[in-house]
């Protein structure tokens, strides 16, 4: 069973460098077979169908980050800012097509009722995760002010990812630790540092 698990892993994270480098029309069997170095029909074996390929890169897209976002001990406002410039960092680097796949994924959530339902449940469960972060962290949130967080974040790199330097700083992004800051300062307006 771990060898089976670690398999739809490889795919997974084979679907997630498709979706990434070809965008959704790329996204086939064979693509992704080739993308993880394995025999053609072994995707096809484990995940049937295109939607099922879909399901398994949005869940594997989410793991991996809710992984990253687990394994921080917070208890202060300035390590919840360090982690979020962390995270955001590994985004614009490493993780770059995990967050260019997952931009993928909610495009076609717009046209697909399964992709849909699946970041749906997995947005709902993101948004848990960083509203215990922050009460962690000692703000007081509430689901509203967790969602206007990540809500903003999520918006954030999309523009950092797409735009230009220009458009970056007319946004404030072109000084995250600032932008981050400034985010919250303005969402928890009562919690000092």
């Given at each position: 069973?771990?060898?089976?698990?670690?398999?739809?892993?490889?795919?997974?994270?084979?679907?997630?460098?498709?979706?990434?480098?070809?965008?959704?029309?790329?996204?086939?069997?064979?693509?992704?077979?080739?993308?993880?170095?394995?025999?053609?029909?072994?995707?096809?074996?484990?995940?049937?169908?295109?939607?099922?390929?879909?399901?398994?890169?949005?869940?594997?897209?989410?793991?991996?980050?809710?992984?990253?976002?687990?394994?921080?001990?917070?208890?202060?406002?300035?390590?919840?800012?360090?982690?979020?410039?962390?995270?955001?960092?590994?985004?614009?680097?490493?993780?770059?097509?995990?967050?260019?796949?997952?931009?993928?994924?909610?495009?076609?959530?717009?046209?697909?009722?399964?992709?849909?339902?699946?970041?749906?449940?997995?947005?709902?469960?993101?948004?848990?995760?960083h509203l215990a972060a922050h009460q962690a962290a000692g703000l007081p949130a509430t689901r509203e002010s967790a969602a206007i967080v990540t809500l903003t974040i999520n918006s954030a790199l999309t523009y950092l990812l797409t735009q230009e330097p220009d458009v970056l700083a007319s946004y404030g992004l072109d000084d995250l630790d600032h932008f981050l800051s400034r985010l919250i300062s303005?969402?928890?307006?009562?919690?000092?540092?």
């Open positions: 069973m771990v060898e089976n698990r670690a398999r739809r892993d490889q795919l997974g994270d084979a679907a997630i460098e498709v979706l990434a480098g070809q965008g959704g029309r790329g996204l086939t069997h064979r693509a992704v077979d080739r993308a993880a170095g394995l025999p053609e029909g072994t995707a096809k074996n484990y995940f049937p169908t295109r939607d099922s390929l879909l399901q398994a890169a949005a869940e594997r897209c989410v793991e991996r980050y809710w992984s990253e976002l687990r394994q921080a001990e917070l208890h202060t406002v300035d390590q919840l800012l360090a982690l979020l410039r962390q995270l955001i960092d590994r985004a614009l680097t490493v993780n770059r097509p995990r967050v260019l796949a997952y931009i993928e994924l909610h495009a076609e959530a717009s046209r697909n009722p399964q992709v849909q339902r699946t970041l749906a449940r997995l947005t709902r469960a993101d948004l848990d995760l303005t969402t928890y307006p009562h919690h000092r540092r």
